[in-house]
C-alpha cells in the first residue's frame, strides 16, 4: 500500500482538469489518491488546480487556497501546493500573499509539480490519465496548450503562453487508453482548436486529427469545443459532415457582429466573413447544431452596435448560445488601450435583454425534436430520472434529455429513445 496520500481540488475550465488527470495518471502509482470531493481527516499532499481567468473565477481560487491553508493549520494538511492559471499569473504577488502555500507553481507544465511530490514522469507522463468522474461515457481530450491570438478583452495567452500542439501519435495513444478505461466520447478541447498542427506540421491539422481519433476502437462520438472562427478550416466540416463518428455539432464562439466592436476585439474577422462562415456551416454539415459564445457591453459597444447583435442572433438562430457581460483584466490589450465605459448595468440589461431573445430560439428548437427518435448517452441518474444526452448536447454547457426508465442503465450506456417534451433548456424522453 502507499504510504503517503494525496487530493487534488480543480477549479476553472474542462483544460483544467485534464492538467489533474495527466497528473494523478502519474502519483497514482505511488501516493492513495483521494477523490476531490472526498473529505479526509488527513492528507499528506492538498493540490490546488487553480483558475485565473476572470474576476470571479480568481476570487473563487484565492477563496479555495484559504479555505486549504485553514485545514493545513488544523493539522489535516501536510504540505499544501498550488498551481495552475492564477498562481501563473500572480507569481509574483501570492507567495507573501498567502505564506502557508508549501509551493507555488505554473499552469504551463506540470513535471515541477510531479517532481516537487518525489514523482519521477516516465514516458507516459502527459498521455496516462486518472479520470475524477469514475465510469463516465466521456472525456475531454486537449490537443494544444496556449494560444497566440492577442484578442483584446483575454488573457489566456498571458497566462498559457504560445499555442503548443501535442502530436497526433501522442493523442491516439491518450485515446487508445481512455477507450479501454470506458471511455467512448472524446470531446475535444483547446484554447483554439481550429490552429491546432500549425506549430509543428506547418499547416492546420485538426481534420487529421479527426480522422485519426474515428480509427480507435471503442470510441463513437467525437466533438469539437472552442473553434476559432477566423480561417476556419474548411476540410474539418468535410469531416463532419461524412465521419459518422464526428458529431454534428460546432462550438464556435464569435463574440460580437459588428464590424466595430469586432475590430476593437482584435478578432481578425468581419460580420460578413462571420455570416459565410455560418452559411457554410449550415450548407456543408446539414443538420448542424451550432454553440456560440458572445460578450455584451465591450468598448465600443453602443445601442446600435448591440441592436445589431440581437437582429443577427435571431437571423442566425444558434441552437446553443451562452452570453457573458464584459470584464476588463489587467494586461490585456483592452484594458491597456480602450476605457470600459458602458456601466454594469447596461450590460447586465443587454445580457437579460439578449438572452430573452435566445429563449425563444432554443425553445423552437428543442420542440422541433419532440417525437424524433435519438440514440443517446446516459451521464447520470438524478430524481428519479436518468440524465443523458445525444449527440447535439455537450456536457456541462447544454440542456439535457431527462429519460424515465424502468430497466436499470449505466452511466456511458447508449440507448435509444423517442423524444416527448421540451422547454427551453432540457427534454425529456421516453426508452425505445
Known sequence: MPEKSVRVITLGCSKNTVDTEHLLGLLQRDFKVFPEDSDPPYVDYLLLNTCGFIGDAKEESVQAILSAAALKGQGRVGSLLVFGCLSQRYASELPSLIPEVDGWFG?????PVARALGAVPGPDFGVERLLQDKGSGYAYLKISEGCDRRCSYCAIPHIRGPHRSVPVETLVREAQMLAAQGVKELILIAQDTTW?????????????LLQSLS????IEWLRIHYSYPADFPQDVLDQMASNPKVCKYMDIPLQHISDGVLSKMRRHIDSEGTRRLIKAMREKVPGVVLRTTLIVGHPGEGEAEFQELLDFVREARFERLGAFAYSEEEGTY?????KDDVPQEVKQRRLEELMMVQKDISLAFNRSRVGTEEKVMVDDFANGVYICRSRFESPEVDG???????RPLEKGQFVNVRITGADEYDLTAELL
Do not use: K, M
Open 400 to 406: 439535457e434529455i431527462l429519460l424515465s426508465s424502468l
Open 107 to 111: 499552469a504551463r507544465d506540470l513535471v
Open 334 to 338: 483592452g484594458a491597456e488601450h480602450f
Open 196 to 208: 491546432y498542427g500549425l506549430d509543428i506540421y506547418g499547416r492546420r491539422a485538426l481534420a487529421d
Open 215 to 218: 480509427e480507435v476502437q471503442g
